[in-house]
Nanobody, 124 residues
Framework: QVQLVESGGGLVQSGGSLRLSCAASGRTLSNYIMGWFRQAPGKEREFVAAISRFGSSQYYADSVKGRFTISRDNAKNTGYLQMNSLKPEDTAVYYC?????????????????WGQGTQVTVSS
């Protein structure tokens, strides 16, 4: 099991940027696919982005493509989500997740370990 802790959330104006971090411990992060999901009030948790074990492949939801960038630094056991051109509809709790399979990176059940989440609020 890998423990995940997100940080970097906060309040930002529309059009602004934030960078989320996901620090992993307990296991070597390079063994895992990393994903980011988010859950807005009253909505189901949804896929945002995912990255392969060594960063060669990235996957994005259509709603964030071109604005968000997922990356990872396995030497630091940390993953990142750079969020630019933020919109009010990006307001949500953002979760990072780690999974062993790369067969269904957009699916929540693909991931075994989850962080506690970090709040991102975008004001208009």
């Amino acid at each position: 099991q890998v423990q995940l802790v997100e940080s970097g959330g906060g309040l930002v104006q529309s059009g602004g940027s934030l960078r989320l971090s996901c620090a992993a411990s307990g296991r070597t992060l390079s063994n895992y696919i990393m994903g980011w999901f988010r859950q807005a009030p009253g909505k189901e948790r949804e896929f945002v982005a995912a990255i392969s074990r060594f960063g060669s492949s990235q996957y994005y939801a259509d709603s964030v493509k071109g604005r968000f960038t997922i990356s990872r630094d396995n030497a630091k056991n940390t993953g990142y989500l750079q969020m630019n051109s933020l919109k009010p509809e990006d307001t949500a709790v953002y979760y990072c997740a780690a999974g062993l399979s790369d067969r269904a990176v957009r699916v929540q059940n693909n991931y075994n370990d989850w962080g506690q989440g970090t709040q991102v609020t975008v004001s208009s």
